[in-house]
Structure formats: C-alpha cells, structure tokens
C-alpha cells in the first residue's frame, strides 16, 4: 500500500515499512530532537557552551548566562532560579573548572523540566479520547496529524474529530490531513456543535474498535470565559460518550510564545486538565526556553515537540537529550 | 505572577516618600524592577537594555513634581519613553492610482488569513473595493479558508489554486483588480520562518512582482523573545512599512510589539481585538504602553463593562456599596451581571493596584454555571428579611434554606460567609482603602 505524499514531497524511505525496531525509533526521535534544536543552538543556548570553555567562572558569567536563559524565553524569573540553583550548587560542591560547573548548569536544567517522561500515549488503552486544545495559531491542527501518523506508526489506530466548527476551512484542513495520514475523519458542518462532533467520533470508534479518538478543537484565547466553558463542555461529552475511556487533555504551545504560555498553560490546565504539552514550532530561531518556566510553575510535561512542516516532524520531548543537545 | 510596575515601585519607594530629586541609587533600584517587568513582557532582553538605559539617563536627578511620589515619577519617565518608543498610530498608505497593493507578511499561525479579512472588512466599510488574493499554497485548505471569510463578508477573492505559482498569481491578481476596478489588492501570503531562505525568497519575489504599497507584517502578540529576530529577517527582505498586532484580545503584555518597533521602526498600524471579522482596531500606544508595564488595563475592563452592565444598574451599584447597604439579593443581581463577564478574579486583575488584594483576599469565590444556580437557588429560597439582612439567619432557618434549596446546611454557610467576604470589600473599597480608579467608578 503505497504512503501518502508527505506535504513537502519527499518521504524517507524508512516510512515504506510500517513496523521498525525499537532501535530504529530511538535514533529517529534523538535525530528529530537533534535536528530540531539545532538551530535554538546555534541561538543563544549554543553560546552557553562557549561560556563555559572560558578559563575561569565569574560573576560575569552567571550575568551572562541568566541573560541567555532569558533570551531564550526561559523567563526572568525562572532564569534566576536556575542560575541561583546552579550556583550553589558550584559553590557547596566546590567545583572549580568551568566544566564541572557547565555540567552543574546541565543537571539544573534537567531538573526544572521536571522528571523524564516516559512514553506517555503510544501504550495507552483502546478508546483512548485526546483533546488536542489551545490557542489560535499555535498550531492545532498540524499537531492533530503529525500525532496520529506518530501513533498510527507505531502500530496504533486512529480516528480524528474535526471539533473545529468555528475557523473558516478548518474542518477541510483536517480532511485533507487526514488523506494524508490516511485516518478517518468524523465531521459536521461548519458552525455545528463541536459537542455533537466529538460525540459522533466516539462513537464511531468505538463501533470500530479503534485506539485513538484524536479531537480537533477550535482555537481560542484562554481569555475568553465563554470560549474555555465551551471546551469544558466539549471534555464532558467526551466523558459520557467514552463511559470508561482515558480523556488526555494535550494543549499545544507555539515554541515562539514568550511568558504568556504560562497563562495560557494554568487557563487550559483548570478549564481541561492539561495532562501534557506538545510544543509546536520547535524548527525556527524560537527557543522554546519557555518549556522551563511552564513546567518550573506548573509542573505541566512536555510530551511532544514538533519540529518542521513535514507530518513526521514530531517526536517524544526527552528532558536530558533536549537539554544535552542544547550545550553540544 | 505579573504583578504591576507602580505596585513594585511603591514598595521600593516606600521608605524615601518626600525626597526632592531622584538620587543615583534610588534609580538603580527601580531600574531592576522596570527591566524585570519588561523581560516579563517578553520585551527582548537587548531593546530592554537600551531602553533602560535612556531611563535611567533620564531620571537620575530628575526633579520628583509635586503631585507624585518617587515611584510615580519613575513610572511617568518610563511611561513617557514607552510612548515614545511604540511611535504614533500610522494611517494605511493609499495609492493616488488604484490599485493600493497591501501585502501581508509573517510567522506561521500569526493570524495573516483572518487579518487579511479584518482589513478587507475595514476598507470595504471606508468604501473601498478590496480584492483578496490567497497566496498561500502550502497549509492544507488556507486558500479554502481565505474564501470562506471572503464569502462570510461578502469580499472577492483572487485565487489560481494550490498548483500555481504564488508570484504569478499575485502579478495575476493585480491585473485582475484593475480590470474589476479593485482598488485595494490585499495579498494573503503562506505563514513562513525568517529562516526559511526558499520562503523568504518567494517573498522578496512577491514584492518585487507586485511593488506592493503596504508590506505589513503580521505579528501575534504573544510573541517571545524571538519577535525581534523574525522581524529583522522580514524587515531586510521585503522593507515592512508597518504592523498589525494580532490576538490582543487575550492576556499577553504585548512587548513582542516595543521589540519589534526598535528592530524595524515601522509604525503599528493595526491591532486584532477579536474573533470576529470586524475586531480590527488601530492603535492606541497609551494603552499598549500600560498593559507592556502590567498596569492593567482598564479601558478595557470599562469597555468590558459596558458592554454587559446597564449604567443604571452600576449607578444603583455603586450607591449601595458606598452606602453599605449591600445584601444579598444584590449579592446575586452582581454576580449573575459579573459572570457575563468573565471570572471575578480575572476581571479585578485588570484593574491597577488590585492583583495585590485579591491575592491577599486569598482570591475570590470562583464561580461557574453550577455554582451560580446553587446560589441563585440558596437566595431565592430565602425570604425577604433574610435577604436584607443575613444575620438573622440562624440553625433552624439555615436548615429551612438548605431544604429548600435541594443543598445542604453547609453550602448555605458557605455562601453567608463569602458573602460577608465581599461585604468586607465592599467597605475596603468605600473606605479608601483599595483604590479603584474613577473612570471605574463613574461607570
């Protein structure tokens, strides 16, 4: 059966086969990580490293690399924990070479984002409902097809809900996404109740024993009361449709976001239990520095990272190989 | 988590009230919290260092007037250079020969396609003849969106569809617009990276096909620190004329909008304020400058108020809380008027000063749909002295409410205490205590 296109044309060949070996997938998700914070390195994350091969450390060099912290959308406040933090940590260790305090920085970073995830949906239970949310822009629906070729990837079946009635063409995006994908797609008319849909999606999983509901809902500004009552209402019926069925609540967070993503993050995070993040647009000259503060506030996971335009640019967040592919 | 800059300074300030002129140190001081205020903004961390500076320049041995505290004249210098730095709201350029060609330009998800539709709404109003073209051939059903919103306000849309060209297309378009006697040309463009060189390429390609009057960019203002990046990048491909600062209506600070200002030093042209096709304002720098300095923003809230508040009924409001005749049954009339609005706590945030007091009220009752009606249903199972005055509601008529309500003896306590929570408030408020500002007041 042949693939589908991928929306830039060219397709690696390892797609051809359906099922690859546990192996394989590690270095494509460490490749994808890689690749995707390559260019945040290259940014000022990568002039951490050059800070460090410094002869000695000095006050200077804790200024300079909270500066960077904060350039890289870490938050001022977050930024002057963590270099607080590693501070001591050089001082009541007595380390003296700045590459003992390099790693110092390191193993603090890898502590603000929290413990490491493990694999958080591939294993979960059939019927799974994901409720994919967020704010306008921030990259939804993208996020909705690169996680059902993720999941369909590895073995699991899906079916995707367009839930947003609202945007003009957004129920047509997620059609032709889901050719692409080649996942079925349970939609009504624009302006329909996105209830309803997601009702219907449910049910026609369940009638055909699918894994993964993956729920499409429509952009809106944590702000807006009336908007986040909606979404509320949305994860109730998904709740009644689903009767014992998981809901993960995933809210999608553009890498270029600054210090509001941690509003947006509490807003979503009381209206919808934010079980993790996907963090969308890992692939510009954005640092997605924000990550820290989002998890250092609300202790809220990344779980994913999409990194390029192309549906397979997505992959696990993994805490040590982001922060080590940061300093490399 | 933002709290306001004048709150900050205040405590700063509080222990040098009446000094005559700002001494070096005092100026230190206050400089580290104006520039922690403004890297929350996610102003970027370099036009914060410059902009500091300038400040500092400036008040270090300013004169303190008068009629201000310390920290207010550090806020008013801050303020005054903000102002300066955001620049005067720019008017759109219109061509002495038709067509005017307006090309939009961004980041992926910036919100170009609904701009391009806000603008073409605005124009058509003005009477102009806009012509949308959906250059956009690479996100899945863009150009289905872009004819959807033109069909939803009743604009043309130019489109060759996702095979064609999109330089071809847009010299296409605007011919087409002269023949159809178009005089606006909005070009709606794929959302692309400052750092996609193919991309940017097909821009500058664009623009040189088109000589478009208007480069606009289009820039979500929750942006980080990156704004000033992608800025520049746009900025030496395709020489923005101006901005459009998008998804205002939520809660960012919107310093993405001051960085980019310093990058480019293009004027902000527009600003999006909605979800609907006419939520497209223009610029107020005031109010963008309070709201990058965490001062809430209170023209908003007024216009939020308005909105959902008749002005008897705040009028009527108002006396009883200076009065302190506030009972229940207002208690209920207040919070079904407030809950069009939106929570309680979020509301009070945006008034200055306050963020302090609701987080040391320990927040406000939190109130949803649910919780509304088991209050509406707690009060209404009340009788009418009860409702005047609550303290004579004791064991045997609290149990009469609770049954008569379907709640329980607790949840009536619950209410009778937030309620005298409120009534606290209230007297704090009319007693000087928190100030609320007037404009607020004279609703």
Same mark, same amino acid.
């Given at each position: 059966?042949?693939?589908?296109?991928?929306?830039?044309?060219?397709?690696?060949?390892?797609?051809?086969?359906?099922?690859?070996?546990?192996?394989?997938?590690?270095?494509?998700?460490?490749?994808?990580?890689?690749?995707?914070?390559?260019?945040?390195?290259?940014?000022?994350?990568?002039?951490?490293?050059?800070?460090?091969?410094?002869?000695?450390?000095?006050?200077?060099?804790?200024?300079?690399?909270?500066?960077?912290?904060?350039?890289?959308?870490?938050?001022?406040?977050?930024?002057?924990?963590?270099?607080?933090?590693?501070?001591?940590?050089?001082?009541?260790?007595?380390?003296?070479?700045?590459?003992?305090?390099?790693?110092?920085?390191?193993?603090?970073?890898?502590?603000?984002?929290?413990?490491?995830?493990?694999?958080?949906?591939?294993?979960?239970?059939?019927?799974?409902?994901?409720?994919?949310?967020?704010?306008?822009?921030?990259?939804?629906?993208?996020?909705?097809?690169?996680?059902?070729?993720?999941?369909?990837?590895?073995?699991?079946?899906?079916?995707?809900?367009?839930?947003?009635?609202?945007?003009?063409?957004?129920?047509?995006?997620?059609?032709?996404?889901?050719?692409?994908?080649?996942?079925?797609?349970?939609?009504?008319?624009?302006?329909?109740?996105?209830?309803?849909?997601?009702?219907?999606?449910?049910?026609?999983?369940?009638?055909?024993?699918?894994?993964?509901?993956?729920?499409?809902?429509?952009?809106?500004?944590?702000?807006?009361?009336?908007?986040?009552?909606?979404?509320?209402?949305?994860?109730?019926?998904?709740?009644?449709?689903?009767?014992?069925?998981?809901?993960?609540?995933?809210?999608?967070?553009?890498?270029?976001?600054?210090?509001?993503?941690?509003?947006?993050?509490?807003?979503?995070?009381?209206?919808?239990?934010?079980?993790?993040?996907?963090?969308?647009?890992?692939?510009?000259?954005?640092?997605?520095?924000?990550?820290?503060?989002?998890?250092?506030?609300?202790?809220?996971?990344?779980?994913?990272?999409?990194?390029?335009?192309?549906?397979?640019?997505?992959?696990?967040?993994?805490?040590?190989?982001?922060?080590?592919?940061?300093?490399? | 988590?933002?709290?306001?800059?004048?709150?900050?300074?205040?405590?700063?300030?509080?222990?040098?009230?009446?000094?005559?002129?700002?001494?070096?140190?005092?100026?230190?001081?206050?400089?580290?919290?104006?520039?922690?205020?403004?890297?929350?903004?996610?102003?970027?961390?370099?036009?914060?260092?410059?902009?500091?500076?300038?400040? @500092?320049?400036?008040?270090?041995?300013?004169?303190?007037?008068?009629?201000?505290?310390?920290?207010?004249?550090?806020?008013?210098?801050?303020?005054?250079?903000?102002?300066?730095?955001?620049?005067?709201?720019?008017? #759109?350029?219109?061509?002495?020969?038709?067509?005017?060609?307006?090309? #939009?330009?961004?980041?992926?998800?910036?919100?170009?396609?609904?701009?391009?539709?806000?603008?073409?709404?605005?124009?058509?109003?003005?009477?102009?003849?806009?012509?949308?073209?959906?250059?956009?051939?690479?996100?899945?059903?863009?150009?289905?969106?872009?004819?959807?919103?033109? @069909?939803?306000?009743?604009?043309?849309?130019?489109?060759?569809?996702?095979?064609?060209?999109?330089? =071809?297309?847009?010299?296409?378009?605007?011919?087409?617009?002269?023949?159809?006697?178009?005089?606006?040309?909005?070009?709606?463009?794929?959302?692309?990276?400052?750092?996609?060189?193919?991309?940017?390429?097909?821009?500058?390609?664009?623009?040189?096909?088109?000589?478009?009057?208007?480069?606009?960019?289009?820039?979500?203002?929750?942006?980080?620190?990156?704004?000033?990046?992608?800025?520049?990048?746009?900025?030496?491909?395709?020489?923005?004329?101006?901005?459009?600062?998008?998804?205002?209506?939520?809660?960012?600070?919107?310093?993405?909008?001051?960085?980019?200002?310093?990058?480019?030093?293009?004027?902000? =042209?527009?600003?999006?304020?909605?979800?609907?096709?006419?939520?497209?304002?223009?610029?107020?720098?005031?109010?963008?400058?309070?709201?990058?300095?965490?001062?809430?923003?209170?023209?908003?809230?007024?216009?939020?108020?308005?909105?959902?508040?008749?002005?008897?009924?705040? =009028?009527?409001?108002?006396?009883?809380?200076?009065?302190?005749?506030?009972?229940?049954?207002?208690?209920?009339?207040?919070?079904?008027?407030?809950? =069009?609005?939106?929570?309680?706590?979020?509301?009070?945030?945006?008034?200055?000063?306050?963020?302090?007091?609701? @987080?040391?009220?320990?927040?406000?009752?939190?109130?949803?749909?649910?919780?509304?009606?088991?209050?509406?249903?707690?009060?209404?199972?009340?009788?009418?002295?009860?409702?005047?005055?609550?303290?004579?509601?004791?064991?045997?008529?609290?149990?009469?409410?609770?049954?008569?309500?379907?709640?329980?003896?607790?949840?009536?306590?619950?209410?009778?205490?937030?309620?005298?929570?409120?009534?606290?408030?209230?007297?704090?408020?009319?007693?000087?205590?928190?100030?609320?500002?007037?404009?607020?007041?004279? #609703?």
């Amino acid at each position: 059966m042949p693939h589908p296109p991928c929306p830039n044309g060219d397709m690696p060949m390892r797609n051809l086969f359906a099922r690859r070996t546990d192996r394989d997938r590690r270095t494509e998700d460490q490749e994808q990580i890689e690749n995707a914070v390559q260019k945040t390195r290259e940014g000022s994350f990568g002039r951490i490293s050059s800070l460090f091969r410094q002869p000695v450390i000095t006050d200077e060099t804790w200024d300079e690399l909270e500066e960077l912290l904060v350039q890289a959308d870490v938050g001022p406040s977050t930024a002057m924990r963590l270099v607080e933090r590693a501070r001591q940590d050089v001082e009541r260790l007595e380390l003296k070479t700045p590459v003992e305090a390099e790693t110092a920085v390191r193993r603090q970073m890898v502590e603000v984002l929290g413990d490491r995830a493990v694999e958080p949906l591939e294993t979960m239970a059939r019927g799974t409902i994901l409720l994919v949310v967020g704010v306008n822009g921030s990259g939804k629906t993208t996020s909705v097809a690169k996680l059902a070729r993720y999941l369909d990837r590895r073995g699991r079946t899906v079916l995707l809900a367009a839930a947003d009635t609202f945007r003009a063409a957004a129920i047509d995006q997620l059609r032709i996404w889901s050719e692409r994908v080649q996942a079925p797609l349970v939609a009504h008319q624009p302006d329909a109740d996105p209830g309803a849909v997601v009702f219907d999606a449910v049910k026609a999983a369940q009638a055909r024993s699918l894994d993964f509901v993956i729920v499409d809902t429509a952009g809106r500004l944590h702000t807006k009361f009336n908007l986040m009552e909606e979404l509320q209402k949305i994860r109730r019926v998904a709740v009644k449709a689903g009767s014992d069925a998981a809901i993960v609540s995933l809210l999608v967070l553009d890498a270029t976001t600054g210090q509001n993503a941690i509003l947006q993050a509490k807003a979503f995070l009381s209206s919808v239990e934010v079980d993790g993040i996907i963090l969308a647009k890992l692939d510009g000259t954005a640092k997605g520095g924000v990550a820290f503060s989002v998890y250092d506030e609300l202790k809220v996971p990344i779980w994913y990272i999409g990194t390029g335009e192309k549906v397979d640019d997505f992959a696990p967040f993994d805490h040590l190989e982001f922060v080590n592919a940061l300093f490399e | 988590m933002f709290e306001a800059l004048s709150d900050r300074l205040t405590d700063i300030f509080a222990g040098l009230r009446s000094k005559g002129t700002l001494s070096e140190r005092d100026v230190d001081t206050a400089m580290r919290e104006i520039r922690l205020s403004l890297l929350e903004a996610d102003v970027n961390f370099k036009v914060v260092k410059e902009f500091i500076g300038r400040v @500092k320049e400036r008040s270090i041995g300013s004169e303190v007037m008068q009629s201000l505290t310390p920290a207010q004249q550090v806020v008013k210098i801050v303020h005054e250079e903000l102002l300066r730095v955001l620049g005067e709201p720019a008017r #759109l350029t219109i061509a002495d020969t038709p067509p005017t060609v307006i090309l #939009l330009a961004g980041l992926q998800g910036a919100g170009k396609t609904t701009a391009a539709a806000k603008l073409a709404h605005q124009l058509r109003k003005q009477n102009h003849h806009p012509l949308m073209v959906a250059l956009d051939v690479y996100r899945p059903a863009a150009i289905d969106q872009l004819i959807a919103l033109g @069909k939803q306000i009743a604009i043309p849309v130019y489109s060759e569809g996702t095979k064609a060209d999109p330089v =071809k297309t847009a010299g296409n378009a605007v011919q087409h617009a002269r023949r159809s006697a178009n005089d606006v040309v909005i070009l709606d463009t794929a959302g692309r990276l400052h750092i996609d060189e193919r991309l940017m390429k097909e821009l500058r390609d664009i623009e040189q096909r088109v000589h478009p009057h208007e480069v606009l960019l289009v820039a979500d203002a929750m942006t980080g620190q990156d704004a000033v990046n992608a800025a520049r990048e746009f900025h030496e491909a395709v020489n923005l004329t101006g901005l459009i600062l998008t998804k205002m209506d939520g809660d960012a600070r919107g310093g993405a909008a001051l960085s980019i200002r310093s990058v480019t030093g293009v004027p902000i =042209k527009y600003m999006g304020t909605g979800e609907k096709t006419d939520a497209l304002e223009v610029f107020y720098p005031d109010r963008l400058a309070q709201r990058i300095l965490g001062m809430g923003d209170v023209l908003s809230l007024i216009e939020k108020a308005q909105q959902n508040i008749t002005e008897d009924d705040a =009028k009527r409001l108002e006396k009883k809380m200076r009065t302190a005749t506030f009972n229940l049954e207002d208690f209920l009339q207040q919070m079904q008027q407030v809950r =069009k609005m939106g929570p309680l706590t979020q509301l009070l945030e945006m008034i200055p000063g306050m963020r302090g007091a609701v @987080k040391q009220m320990g927040g406000m009752p939190n109130m949803d749909d649910r919780e509304v009606k088991r209050i509406e249903a707690i009060i209404t199972s009340m009788t009418r002295q009860e409702r005047h005055d609550p303290t004579i509601i004791d064991g045997s008529r609290r149990r009469r409410i609770a049954r008569g309500s379907g709640t329980s003896v607790q949840e009536v306590n619950q209410l009778l205490n937030q309620f005298r929570e409120v009534q606290k408030m209230m007297k704090q408020l009319t007693s000087g205590k928190m100030r609320i500002p007037k404009r607020l007041m004279n #609703l």
